[in-house]
């Protein structure tokens, strides 16, 4: 049998239920999980804030996972088998169709309605579809991706989902050479981006976000500045931002916070004809009142929404995890490690902002 936690519904305490050993079908790779993670989203799902989840779910979107069997011959995206043993991740989107409009017309594949997401739209009785469990079913076709040379899976998951939600932000973004960029939060995806801005070539990179601990590997990952939204008000982060462009405003501002009152604040931290990127709003947090003509039409203002991630992001997030992982040390943002049965102290860690990122270890891998 093999042992998972289960939110049943939103608000109620998870559940350690067993379920028989999967039988993978042919193209089905079956893996024993290393270690997974909680990302916002999953306490998002607890407190029932997204629209469409089947409960009740095992949890988990991104993990970790050692191969332990595959159903006939199975290759990754470079064309080389998967093999027995091997560490590797895959992207939690399946079943992205590339025959609907919007896999076709329209190139945008995170809106293909077909797509699944491990740990969020796979409820549990169609199996073990969700990381927060010894065991994860890949389905035939669900992308897997080894882990490069050099990169331990405590590094990877450091990263975790928010490797790749921004490193799709920042790519939304645009950022040019030289250019100055505000992230507002400093939560796993705003480190993230800090480093991907970094690697983009920006020249000043300014976090804004809290609590200090996150501030500090925000620096870290070599943000130029940080502003701790307890200590600094919203005026005085304006100032502090004009200030630093010569009164003009930051020419990308990406927005990876979840709170709407940072897309209140986030139009005037860009200059004009600037960009600025929502990512963080993946949930409905409600409604903000925002000024169209001062704060969009007279300011020239490209505002982008970035939902979801694609392979592509999971992908080249990792080639850049390996090539860089000595200088963003993405293992530094895990805080807390959670067995199974410990599901709920998971999750209230990271509501409570006590970790940065606290992992669910089903089995025997520990950090
Ligand atoms: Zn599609
Ligand atoms: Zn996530």
Known sequence: MVRAAVMTQPLQPLEVREYPDPEPAAGEVVLETLCSEVCGTDVHLYHGRLAGVPYPIIPGHVSVGRVMETAGEVLDVDGRPVERDQIVTFLDVHETCGHCWYCLVAQETTKCPHRKVYGITYPADEGLLGGWSEQILLKAGVKIVPLPEGVEVVDYIGGGCGLSTGFHAVERADIRLG??????????????????????????????GAPENRLALAEAFEADHTLDINRVSPDERLEFVLGVTAGRGADVVIEVSGNPQAVVEGPDLARDGGTYVIAGQYTDAGSITINPHLQINKKHLNIRGCWGTAFTHVYRGLRLMARYRDRFRWRDLVSHTFLLEEADEALASVEKLEATKALVVPGTWRL
Do not use: H, N
């Not at 992230?183 to 300014?206: E, K, N, W």
């Open 179 to 208: 250019d100055t960029v505000v992230v507002q939060g400093s939560g796993p995806v705003g480190l993230s981006a800090t480093a991907f801005a970094r690697l983009s070539g920006a020249d000043q990179v300014i976090v804004v």
